[in-house]
């Protein structure tokens, strides 16, 4: 479960995966709108109290940009357009209280991009379904409900850190609607143009298994410019031939190596279309998964799902009934750690944890005994804490240390830290049982 959230397998809302080429309408800024979208599907993973963090140093590393062209001032920035301030009043608020500051203008090449996925309809046809699981469209959508500007004093210097709460309909998506892609993948693809390949492949490759399919049949057109090949010589004498060589070039040296571990028995072929004498279609063929695989793939998805969103659902009624979370506060992270230990509130613990087993591994007889068994063992652990510190939150990692051996684990998110220790729960037993029975 805990292997999920990572860069090598996030869930990626499949509106993306149908229509991430619509994103060309914005020219320059269309590479970094693309890396913004597939880090907010991974660090939805792992937000807490209904904000994710962008960290633009992090957000460089994992997605493969440089961190001063991020900073660098978008030469058309659209923030002026939706500030509610003037042009000249907000450069002189700036130039008086100084640009890290709650006056800042939001005009680098990342805020640009932030703003756009908060204020514009990237997408002309947002994919979305009603709580009766009809799909409907959405043709004003946004991917960004909110963001605030978080400024950090660290000795002499400052930091900027972002925090963002995604919309609804583009949570329910990632909840509900989505395909599994490795990120380190679509850097080394993207280097290449074939990016939008990447994303559109697999997530037709997911709708198709799930059918019992194994093949897409395109037109050559279509091939050609999901690859990123220019089409225009395909009315000319051989211009067909060098498409098509183009193309299998393309697949074969680039494409196929870089999804070889993800895409099983990946290739490419052509036949004759309907009337046609030459081998004028391509068809893009796999191996699928046996349903067995298919079954055991999703009961590990949609476990992570289950206890993503249950912590997520916790930490949400925690700041409302306890303390508002403040970015920055590593106390709330550390309290909401012990208020999970501790007895407190256990019939809502346990109630959250039986409607998120419902509505994301369905119902069955016995989830209010598990609930019950889960919490459990977490208020056993809790009391082994109250004496030897065992469990703790320090510098953004959730600590377990085991005495016996002299051995720390670390932790970046809170549901791995719990469901590793509650699959060892026998080791509390068996090490702490005199503190588990006071």
């Known amino acids: 479960m805990s292997k999920l959230a990572r860069l090598d397998n996030i869930r990626i809302d499949q509106n993306i995966g149908y229509y991430i080429d619509k994103l060309k309408k914005y020219n320059e800024d269309e590479d970094l709108l693309k890396s913004l979208l597939l880090y907010m599907c991974f660090n939805f993973q792992k937000n807490l109290f209904g904000y994710s963090t962008l960290d633009p140093t992090h957000f460089a590393s994992v997605m493969n940009h440089g961190v001063e062209n991020l900073k660098r001032k978008h030469p058309n920035p659209i923030y002026h357009k939706y ?70 004093k660290r000795k002499k210097a400052k930091k900027l850190t972002y925090l963002y709460k995604l919309s609804e309909q583009f949570e329910y998506s990632l909840k509900k609607m989505f395909f599994n892609a490795n990120i380190s993948t679509y850097n080394t693809l993207r280097k290449k143009n074939l990016e939008d390949w990447y ?132 106390i709330i992270y550390e309290r909401f750690l012990l208020w999970l230990l501790s007895p407190k509130d256990y019939e809502v613990k346990t109630s959250k944890y039986v409607s998120n087993y419902v509505d994301y591994k369905g119902r069955h007889d016995d989830v209010q005994r598990d609930a019950i068994s889960f919490f459990e063992k977490i208020i056993n652990i809790g009391k082994i804490n109250l004496v030897e510190k065992i469990v703790y939150y320090n510098d953004g990692r959730y600590v377990f240390k085991n005495k016996f051996k002299g051995q720390e684990f670390e932790y970046l998110e809170i549901k791995d830290l719990f469901f590793e220790l509650t699959q060892h729960y026998k080791f509390f037993e068996s090490h702490y049982m005199k503190l588990i029975l006071k």
């Open 83 to 152: 500030s509610g301030r003037s042009k000249e009043e907000a450069e002189m608020l700036q130039e008086k209280h100084g640009r890290v500051s709650a006056y800042r203008i939001l005009d680098s090449r990342l805020e640009n991009a932030l703003l756009i996925l908060m204020h514009e309809g990237t997408l002309d046809t947002y994919l979305s379904k009603s709580e009766y699981a009809e799909i409907i469209k959405l043709s004003d959508f946004r991917f960004i409900e909110d963001i605030q500007v978080v400024i950090e």
């Open 199 to 330: 994303l559109k492949l697999k997530n037709r490759i997911n709708i198709c298994s799930n059918r019992g399919e194994n093949q897409i049949v395109y037109s050559i057109q279509e091939l050609a410019q999901v690859m990123n090949i220019s089409t225009e010589t395909l009315g000319k004498k051989g211009g067909f031939s060098r498409v098509k060589n183009r193309i299998n070039d393309k697949f074969n040296n680039t494409f196929s190596p870089a999804v070889t571990n993800e895409i099983e028995q990946l290739q490419l072929s052509w036949v004759k279309g309907k009337g046609a004498r030459t081998y004028n279609t391509p068809i893009v063929k796999w191996k699928n998964k046996s349903k067995e695989e298919l079954k055991a793939l999703n009961n590990i998805i949609y476990t992570d799902i289950f206890f993503t969103e249950l912590f997520k659902d916790l930490s949400v009624y925690y700041s409302n009934n306890y303390e508002k979370f403040s970015h920055g506060e590593a």
